[in-house]
């Protein structure tokens, strides 16, 4: 038999998403599995559909429960719940391809790896259909891996998920996220993969990263997207303990992108949380920024990007105007 896969979905009221997420996990064709519904204190009938799936599936759904304390801390709690060789994380909002698994496990396998890795692509739409270009595989070894990891965090949007991997358990022994902080995944990762010895990358869309309405990336900045400051300043201390290619330089990019980042934010969705005060709110990441700016000149960054930090360096109407006429269009 092939060895068991335990599965961590953090749940909270997601009441309307659940059972899309789960029922794309019990069709996997890879079938020996364990997914464990870690409710986080949901005030909707989250647990009561998560608990419903349990009496259908003991054998494959555990429902954990806790207080609200957070993604990252019922993440963590599926993690010493975990039973089996080997750990995925899929968000309760989205869904994987019936063959994510199996495909994540192949490849691993295939190539003696730690680590294994698909694409994830994001929409607003369910059902999807999924077009796959044809399969590109590389592996990636020691250093390489965090260089790669870091080259594609700079430049790509959810590139940093843990949601595209499988991971040997033994690869996570000890290691667990940072609690009461949003975007834990991005020095979480970072370290999963500096104990990792081989990478393996297909470059298959496995996984779907629902972007409905209620996104939090499609809402408007909240207080607590300030706690991009504090992963991009995790990552920053360790990628400077490195030495081999450009990690070291591409932290101090990650590090000089949040500002930028938050801004765009703004420029796009606005502000969504009415105890922040906006004024100086945008003041005080313009100030970010204009000090960032040399290095964000010098990263691989899209000159679209470079011009458009230049521009908020100044200010933020501009891009504002353009981005509400281009909606319009």
């Known amino acids: 038999m092939y060895p068991k896969i335990s599965i961590i979905v953090p749940v909270y009221?997601?009441?309307?998403?659940?059972?899309?997420?789960?029922?794309s996990l019990l069709c996997q064709t890879y079938t020996n599995i364990e997914i464990l519904l870690v409710n986080d204190g949901s005030i909707d009938n989250s647990l009561v559909i998560c608990k419903e799936f349990e009496s259908k599936y003991p054998n494959v759904i555990k429902v954990l429960n806790q207080e609200n304390k957070g993604q990252s801390s019922a993440r963590n709690y599926g993690l010493r719940n975990a039973t089996g060789e080997f750990i995925g994380f899929v968000d309760s909002d989205d869904w994987v391809e019936k063959d994510m698994y199996e495909h994540l496990f192949h490849i691993l396998k295939k190539f003696d790896a730690d680590v294994s890795q698909i694409e994830l692509i994001m929409s607003n739409r369910f059902p999807l259909e999924v077009k796959n270009?044809?399969?590109?595989?590389?592996?990636?070894?020691g250093k390489d891996i965090l260089q790669y990891f870091m080259n594609i965090t700079t430049?790509?949007?959810?590139?940093y998920s843990v949601c595209r991997c499988l991971f040997k358990k033994d690869?996570?022994?000890?290691?667990?996220?940072?609690e009461g902080k949003i975007n834990e995944d991005i020095d979480y990762k970072?370290?999963?993969?500096?104990?990792?010895?081989?990478?393996?990358?297909?470059?298959?869309?496995?996984?779907?990263y629902f972007q409905g309405s209620n996104s939090t990336t499609r809402e408007g900045l909240r207080?607590?997207?300030f706690d991009l400051y504090d992963a991009a300043e995790e990552l920053y201390k360790l990628t400077q303990k490195e030495s081999y290619g450009t990690i070291r330089f591409l932290g101090e990019v990650k590090k000089a992108r949040t500002s930028f980042s938050l801004l765009s934010k703004i420029v796009y969705y606005g502000f969504a949380d009415d105890t922040i005060n906006k004024k100086d709110?945008?003041?005080?990441?313009?100030?970010?920024l204009r000090k960032d700016l040399g290095t964000l000149l010098k990263a691989p960054l899209g000159?679209?990007?470079?011009?458009?930090?230049?521009?908020?360096?100044?200010?933020?109407?501009?891009p504002r105007l353009c981005f509400r006429l281009f909606r319009f269009l």
């Open 13 to 23: 009221n997601v009441e309307e998403y659940i059972g899309r997420c789960v029922e």
């Open 171 to 178: 690869l996570l022994n000890d290691l667990y996220f940072r």
């Open 281 to 288: 709110t945008i003041k005080k990441l313009k100030s970010d």
């Open 190 to 208: 970072y370290i999963a993969l500096s104990r990792a010895k081989k990478l393996a990358v297909s470059n298959q869309i496995k996984y779907i």
């Open 133 to 141: 270009p044809q399969e590109k595989l590389v592996l990636y070894k």
């Open 155 to 159: 430049t790509t949007t959810g590139s």
């Open 223 to 225: 207080q607590k997207d």
């Open 303 to 318: 000159i679209p990007r470079k011009i458009l930090a230049v521009i908020m360096t100044i200010s933020i109407n501009l």
